[in-house]
């Protein structure tokens, strides 16, 4: 079994709507989940980092955790074209090695 | 903003042949990690370095693949021994002490002819 899954999509939203990205994962070890955003040729760069379960809320972004279910989500409200990208979901044992899903490639369309 | 950097930003070799991934971590940061993404694929954990020594590595990063930190800047990759299934996205990521963000440069696309 992967130990971090997520729906590659694509996702297409028009601009303005609430978007929902999640994840599964299997290894009950993991306590830390964090959110990269991906552009088109550059590296992941982090969105939101969430210890354990629960929610983070920062701006227009949501994480939330539910480790009953091994479940990671990402909400994003009034999403803009800028938000277009790559979305990663990834976990982690410690501070160290990253898994990461496969990535949701998410466009919002004007 | 500091920034990781690495070169070159795309690399093409021959089937066989030596490459070194090169990367400057962020100055004041002391874990050093890469990762490869296949194309159309996974972002996928290679290894991981911290003090001079490397703290853990994954299946991928098998006896082909060597990592070295030859200077207090540089932290390099590299494959002794290219195959054409080395073709990926190479990403470098540093982390400061006590930190939990990793912070990844632009990568570097690697073809292997």
């Known amino acids: 079994q992967k130990e971090v899954e997520q729906d590659p999509g694509p996702l297409s939203v028009p601009e303005g709507a609430i978007v929902s990205l999640n994840c599964t994962y299997s290894n009950s070890a993991f306590q830390y989940f964090m959110w990269y955003r991906q552009y088109s040729r550059k590296g992941p760069e982090l969105l939101m980092y969430?210890?354990?379960?629960g929610n983070k809320e920062d701006g227009r972004f949501t994480a939330q955790v539910d480790k009953s279910s091994k479940y990671i989500s990402l909400f994003i409200r009034d999403s803009q074209p800028s938000d277009s990208a790559t979305y990663l979901c990834?976990?982690?044992?410690?501070?160290?090695?990253?898994?990461f899903g496969q990535g949701t490639i998410l466009t919002v369309h004007p | 903003e500091p920034e990781v950097t690495q070169t070159p930003s795309h690399q093409v070799t021959q089937m066989g042949q030596e490459v070194i991934l090169r990367c400057v971590p962020i100055?004041?940061?002391?874990?050093f990690y890469w990762y490869r993404q296949i194309l159309g694929q996974k972002v996928e954990f290679l290894v991981s370095?911290?003090?001079?020594?490397?703290?853990?590595k994954s299946e991928i990063f098998d006896d082909q693949f060597s990592v070295e930190r030859p200077d207090g800047s540089n932290f390099t990759l590299k494959i002794r021994s290219t195959k054409l299934e080395d073709s990926a996205m190479y990403f470098c990521?540093?982390?400061?002490?006590?930190?939990?963000?990793?912070?990844f440069g632009p990568g570097t696309r690697l073809t292997v002819l």
């Open positions: 990521a540093s982390k400061e002490r006590g930190g939990y963000e990793q912070f």
């Open positions: 990834a976990s982690s044992t410690s501070y160290g090695k990253l898994t």
């Open positions: 969430t210890y354990s379960s």
């Open positions: 100055s004041n940061h002391l874990y």
């Open positions: 370095f911290y003090n001079n020594e490397i703290s853990e």
